[in-house]
């Protein structure tokens, strides 16, 4: 069994930060890769960034340049640094947890966290 517990978000005012924790226990061990995503109230799931066992990373559009992903192999554990956060960045944050492919992308898997809610008021 794998378990994704995601944690650290919360309300905060626009242009504020927050970092969010996604911790990994059970059979994790073919979690070389890891993601997260974010759903906001009506819209469908969306890909926000992504982490390969190579520690390369990946971001969606809407992000990039604000937000940075990263992990600490040692805890099993991954981050999610939110900077000069935005009304729309409002969303339940989920993260996955997938695998590297041959050539060093990340590939998600059916493993996902509960989820934490983030708020970003205007």
């Known amino acids: 069994q794998v378990q994704l517990v995601e944690s650290g978000g919360g309300l905060v005012q626009a242009g504020g930060s927050l970092r969010l924790s996604c911790a990994a226990s059970?059979?994790?061990?073919?979690?070389?890769?890891m993601g997260w995503y974010r759903q906001a109230p009506g819209k469908q799931r969306e890909f926000v960034a992504s982490i390969t066992s190579g520690g390369s990373t990946n971001y969606a559009d809407s992000v990039k340049g604000r937000f940075t992903i990263s992990r600490d192999n040692a805890k099993d554990t991954v981050y999610l640094q939110m900077n000069s956060l935005k009304p729309e960045d409002t969303a339940v944050y989920y993260c996955n947890g997938g695998h590297s492919s041959y050539s060093g992308s990340y590939v998600p898997l059916h493993y996902w966290g509960q989820g934490t809610q983030v708020t970003v008021s205007s």
């Open positions: 059970g059979s994790i061990f073919s979690l070389s890769a």
